[in-house]
């Protein structure tokens, strides 16, 4: 789409995106989401989240999408046999920490084992 010469980019928007291999735990997952939703505000504003999960003892890939307060989530179709699992999340927000960011994403893997 075209742009007018007087628009304006914000270039504190910014988009950042982490993938690990592994599984992650029901519980941590859902305490990481909920953290998400009161990250201090020195971290940035998160305006956007895609993700999906490999989660430890579910067949399903499960798959987490957020636009502001609005977040959908469910499965999303098995892992297939001898399919890698990993964890992928995308964020877009304002002035992100990407530092911040991927330490928290990372805290979900600290205590699985391989």
């Not at 499960?62 to 959908?72: C, G, L, P, T």
């Not at 892992?79 to 530092?99: N, Y």
């Amino acid at each position: 789409h075209g742009h007018s010469p007087d628009s304006r980019h914000d270039s504190r928007v910014n988009s950042i995106g982490f993938t690990q291999g592994g599984e992650v735990d029901w519980d941590e997952l859902m305490e990481w989401m909920r953290y998400l939703g009161t990250l201090d505000k020195s971290f940035g504003t998160i305006y956007r989240i895609k993700a999906i999960f490999a989660v430890k003892g579910w067949p399903q890939k499960y798959v987490f999408h957020a636009v502001m307060d609005v977040i959908s989530k469910g499965d999303a179709g098995e892992w297939a046999d001898g399919e890698r699992k990993v964890c992928k999340a995308v964020f877009i927000g304002k002035s992100l920490d990407r530092q911040a960011v991927r330490k928290s994403f990372e805290s979900l893997f600290k205590t699985s084992e391989p």
